[in-house]
């Protein structure tokens, strides 16, 4: 498997290559632009990098602060791994068994997925007013 990304010429969204091997036509997860890999930036690991990591305090930031709706959406359409439970200002985490699953490794699988750790970073940024 390889870790390269792939950068959307349109939307400039970064994506895993993996996810596209051995098929023709690459879409853009994001804006569902479709094309071959000329209509893609191929990146290496220098420019996909860190640049959209967010630390373990600013999860809990967006954990804290953001609205359930972009919460449940998150995890329900995203993440699927895991689900979210929210009672309030507390959110806990569980497997697909039910199985009570520690905030720091939510946080580890989602920083270790480029899509899942771009779409992180759009929603504590971009949704950083609401
Ligand atoms: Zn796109």
């Known amino acids: 498997m390889s870790d390269d990304g792939i ?3 349109k939307c400039s969204y970064d994506f895993a290559k993996s996810l596209y091997e051995e098929k023709d ?5 994001y804006c569902k632009k479709k094309g071959s890999e000329q209509d893609f930036e191929i990146l290496n690991e220098v420019t996909s990098g860190d640049g959209y ?3 373990l305090s600013d999860f809990e ?3 804290k602060n953001k609205s359930s709706y972009h919460k449940r959406d998150f ?3 995203d993440v ?4 979210i439970v929210i009672k309030g200002e507390l959110n806990s985490f569980k497997d697909k068994k039910g199985k009570d699953i520690p905030m720091e490794e ?3 699988y989602i920083q270790n997925d480029i899509v899942l750790q771009r779409k992180l970073y759009n929603l504590y940024y971009v949704l950083a007013h609401y």
């Not at 036509?25 to 997860?29: N, R, S």
């Not at 699927?80 to 689900?83: A, D, E, N, R, T």
């Open 61 to 63: 930031y967006f954990l």
């Open 75 to 77: 995890f329900k359409k």
């Open 25 to 29: 036509i690459i879409t853009c997860p």
């Open 53 to 55: 990591a967010i630390t």
């Open 106 to 108: 939510v946080h580890a």
């Open 7 to 9: 950068r959307c010429k």
């Open 80 to 83: 699927k791994f895991f689900s």
